[in-house]
């Protein structure tokens, strides 16, 4: 009543209240949804008060919109909801107050369900009540917001991409905390990069986004070893800064905190210090970024997105769309349609086989992989001018992509689909360590990770740059207990450094404590500034800067067998991931 109270006619009381009752009676199913097949704290009083928010929110949007001037009445499937008012102007009052209904329930239950049937299984519990097409309009308006985004042809517009740009801008603009996660690759930190190119205020390049403030982001990269002071002063800072703007219709302050999910498997937790800091959050946005699910204390005080897996559809859409960014124009993939789809369909059952039979490692393969995979392909069949048959091709990027596990098995399930021929695997598999080192050298290829026994790796590892006769610098860390701090993580960071910007080839072992500093470098995320290039590194937690990186810097990590599993998936995922021993570095008839 309080947010309906002078947004509409005076003289409607008595439709008020029909329009409510079914208002909280699709809140109400939605709270109960998510009891029953989540944990029981997995709402509470917070969503309805982010409903709040987002409800006025929404009746403001949806009034200014040129469809609701003429609204399709035949939309509403319930006619009593319209009988009970005479006159046009009243009917579109109901027909806005739903739809502004329609999209709070989206943002604030659907976008977090982790499951693509319960999904469905949600959106028809809320239809019964409001009586029209439950994602219709959220589609609709996710889809003008990645119009208006200008995206490269190689940025796909799947369900995912959409569902974490609209949510994201949402959150941020009402000033809303909001958590995604979702796998790695999935395009969590691609989405928050797309909208904080695009909102630029008055001087954005679309005017879509000319009307809306400018972003102002503190980010802060969490690690195993958080500081508690630092995250603190981060929201201490920020909170200045926003009180400080003269105008805070002109910007907004964005805090943002990426891989959270590190925090989670520290022994100190010690991101519980942003409980108080979101419960108390006024005038500033929140926006966490993590490949795995937190625990519900955090989750429940912020807007909540999962990105669920890709499907079928979407990852063949994303396939085509890197296929095309590559060829320039879509009528020269023609005649390698078939196999690009053949991919996504080999990668898709393959993510269904792994889930299906639950192999520990069922996310070691991921995303990066995927898109990898497709770019690699498209390039070598684009330069190919047929040197190789289209099929030796697929199975080699494979090869090179989905390489790194003993189980042969889980790969057949890719091959099955690409025509590919079990000996012609046999006869790769036991030259690729060599090859690919080589191959480093390629600029748009991934760095590598080898994974080894523990015996003598660093000594096959240097034979091969030698045999090769590769410039390199082999680096050894530490995983001892004593040393998991700020200061030797700094102590470490200062010599890698260093060497991006000599142009050696970099060999790491037991830096567990820097990778995760490392990531934008790790995914060749560089920063072009007229003829050099620049790589983002994270010096502490919440201090970005950029160094110059030499065109001829690679970078190889080495992995002991043992420590695989304990690994963060997010950081297998960035690598092109290859096995190495004594076995591997033999010729078919030295191993015979």
Request: aromatic share 12%; glycine share 2%; with cysteine.
């Amino acid at each position: 009543n309080y947010i309906l109270n002078g947004k509409f006619s005076k003289n409607n009381p008595a439709n008020y209240g029909i329009i409510l009752e079914k208002i909280v009676s699709a809140v109400y199913e939605a709270q109960k949804f998510m009891r029953e097949n989540y944990e029981i704290s997995a709402v509470s009083l917070r969503d309805i008060k982010r409903f709040i928010k987002l409800f006025e929110y929404f009746i403001n949007i949806t009034k200014e919109r040129k469809e609701f001037e003429n609204p399709d009445f035949s939309s509403i499937k319930d006619n009593f909801l319209l009988s009970v008012v005479k006159t046009d102007e009243l009917k579109k009052e109901n027909i806005i107050i739903l739809k502004a209904a329609n999209l709070s329930l989206f943002i604030c239950y659907y976008v977090r369900i982790n499951d693509i049937i319960k999904r469905k299984e949600f959106s028809g519990v809320i239809e019964k009540i409001i009586k029209f097409d439950f994602l219709k309009y959220p589609t609709d308006l996710e889809k003008e917001l990645s119009d208006n985004l200008n995206l490269d042809k190689g940025i796909a517009k799947n369900s995912a991409l959409l569902d974490i740009l609209f949510t994201l801008f949402v959150c941020i603009i009402n000033n809303i905390p909001v958590i995604i996660t979702g796998k790695s690759g999935s395009g969590k930190s691609l989405c928050f990069s797309l909208l904080l190119q695009a909102m630029k205020g008055e001087n954005s390049k679309n005017p879509f986004f000319q009307k809306y403030p400018s972003l102002f982001v503190s980010s802060y990269q969490v690690s195993q070893i958080n500081n508690y002071s630092k995250i603190k002063e981060l929201f201490k800072t920020s909170k200045k800064i926003n009180e400080k703007q003269k105008d805070v219709k002109k910007y907004i302050t964005v805090i943002l905190f990426e891989q959270m999910e590190l925090a989670e498997i520290s022994p100190l937790n010690l991101l519980n210090v942003i409980h108080s800091e979101l419960d108390e959050i006024q005038g500033i946005s929140f926006v966490g970024i993590s490949n795995q699910p937190l625990d519900a204390s955090k989750m429940n005080r912020a807007i909540n997105l999962s990105v669920n897996e890709l499907g079928l559809n979407d990852l063949t859409l994303t396939a085509t769309s890197i296929a095309c960014d590559i060829y320039e124009e879509i009528e020269k993939i023609i005649p390698y349609k078939n196999l690009i789809l053949n991919l996504a369909k080999a990668y898709f059952d393959y993510k269904i086989f792994l889930n299906k039979y639950s192999f520990s490692n069922c996310d070691f393969h991921g995303l990066r992989d995927f898109y990898s995979l497709i770019k690699m392909t498209s390039r070598e069949l684009k330069n190919s001018l047929n040197k190789k048959s289209i099929e030796t091709i697929a199975i080699e990027n494979i090869e090179k992509n989905f390489g790194g596990l003993k189980l042969r098995q889980e790969n057949d399930i890719l091959y099955s689909s690409t025509k590919k021929f079990k000996e012609l695997f046999l006869k790769y598999q036991n030259i690729f360590i060599k090859e690919e080192i080589n191959y480093l050298e390629f600029e748009k290829n991934r760095y590598l990770l080898i994974i080894t026994n523990k015996t003598k790796n660093e000594t096959l590892i240097k034979f091969i740059m030698e045999k090769l006769g590769k410039k390199y610098k082999y680096l050894l860390g530490s995983n001892l207990e004593e040393d998991q701090n700020e200061e030797y993580r700094l102590e470490k960071l200062r010599p890698i450094i260093s060497y991006i910007e000599n142009g050696k080839i970099l060999i790491l072992k037991d830096f567990n404590i820097v990778y995760s500093n490392l990531y934008n470098l790790f995914d060749q995320n560089f920063e072009n500034i007229e003829t050099s290039q620049y790589a983002k590194i994270f010096i502490n937690s919440n201090v970005e800067e950029r160094y110059p990186l030499d065109k001829n810097f690679r970078c190889i990590v080495l992995l002991e067998q043992n420590e695989v599993d304990e690994k963060n998936y997010s950081f297998l995922n960035r690598f092109e991931k290859h096995l190495m021993s004594f076995e591997y570095l033999l010729t078919e008839e030295q191993n015979n």
